[in-house]
């Protein structure tokens, strides 16, 4: 970043890992915001590891919800400013990981921008229950192994496909949804600023690889954040009113072969008979978003 970047309001003091995609997230989630901002962060890696007792790396004010109930927390927090008259001047943002947000909190989540709140909600899509032991979400991609979705004589890893989250919140009449990665920070600061920006209920989904949950050196996270994106298992895209209005265009998409080399949660795949097909499968995935979201 330039020497005019904006300002990080999550600072030094937090116990994560090191490389870790949940302190990348809410760095570059908070350099979009600014400063005036209320942070809600349900139970996961990220509120666990950025206020051990008696410290906090937050530099604005923030909330602990539950796992399920960010969505409903962050409602209340804006009706509460709209009530003392200070919502314009205050944002209201739910950071969560992908647990908290498309399996367990996914109810309140849907109340709250089925009711019109102001506020925007920010997805940290790590692809599994990291804080718990790497247990399958409904983010976990297909073939992945997690603790309770390993490979096997029957099973070549999770047989689901991700559940597509992005869609749903356009489906409940957010004014503005988009996806991103902490591969790309530039990408995700602009787009968490025009999200908080827009009156609403807005949704911003980021995929943050783990470096203890997929298993790649501590180095890598950006890396592998930024394969994701350039094999197009990951597209970048914007949806305004629920229309697709900007999408990242891959000129050259490189293999999904390269991405899921890099992670020893899909190592199987290259060492299991019937492997070959399954790499083709999610080619074929890749692929169809290359259609789908016009990235070519």
């Not at 925007?120 to 692809?127: A, G, L, Q, S």
């Not at 908080?196 to 943050?208: K, V």
Request: hydrophobic share 35%; with cysteine.
């Amino acid at each position: 970043m330039s020497k005019t970047a904006p300002k990080t309001y999550i600072t030094s003091g937090h116990s994560a890992c090191p490389g870790c995609c949940d302190i990348f997230a809410a760095k570059f989630a908070l350099m979009g915001a600014g400063p005036n901002c209320i942070i809600v962060n349900p139970t996961g890696c990220l509120e666990v590891t950025s206020t051990p007792y008696p410290k906090s790396a937050w530099q604005v004010p923030w909330i602990h919800s539950l796992f399920e109930n960010g969505g409903a927390v962050a409602s209340g927090v804006e009706a509460g400013l709209k009530a003392l008259g200070k919502k314009d001047d205050i944002k209201v943002i739910a950071i969560a990981g992908d647990g908290a947000t498309m399996d367990i909190g996914i109810r309140s989540i849907s109340g709250a921008f089925e009711r019109g709140h102001d506020f925007t909600y920010i997805c940290m899509d790590n692809e599994a229950y990291m804080n718990t032991g790497v247990q399958r979400s409904s983010g976990t991609p297909f073939d992945a192994s997690t603790t309770t979705s390993p490979p096997g004589k029957f099973s070549f890893g999770n047989p689901l496909p991700k559940k597509n989250m992005p869609a749903i919140m356009a489906a409940h009449g957010s004014p503005y949804v988009a996806t991103t990665t902490i591969g790309f920070p530039r990408d995700m600061i602009r787009k968490v600023k025009k999200a908080t920006e827009i009156m609403g209920p807005t949704y911003i989904h980021a995929h943050a690889p783990c470096t203890t949950g997929w298993g790649f050196d501590t180095s890598k996270t950006l890396e592998v954040a930024r394969l994701a994106v350039e094999t197009c298992l990951w597209p970048l895209y914007e949806m305004e009113n629920g229309q697709i209005t900007q999408a990242r265009k891959i000129k050259n998409p490189r293999p999904v072969e390269e991405y899921l080399r890099a992670q020893k949660r899909f190592q199987h795949l290259f060492t299991m008979e019937g492997g070959e097909e399954e790499i083709k499968k999610i080619q074929a995935m890749a692929d169809w978003n290359i259609e789908y979201y016009g990235l070519q």
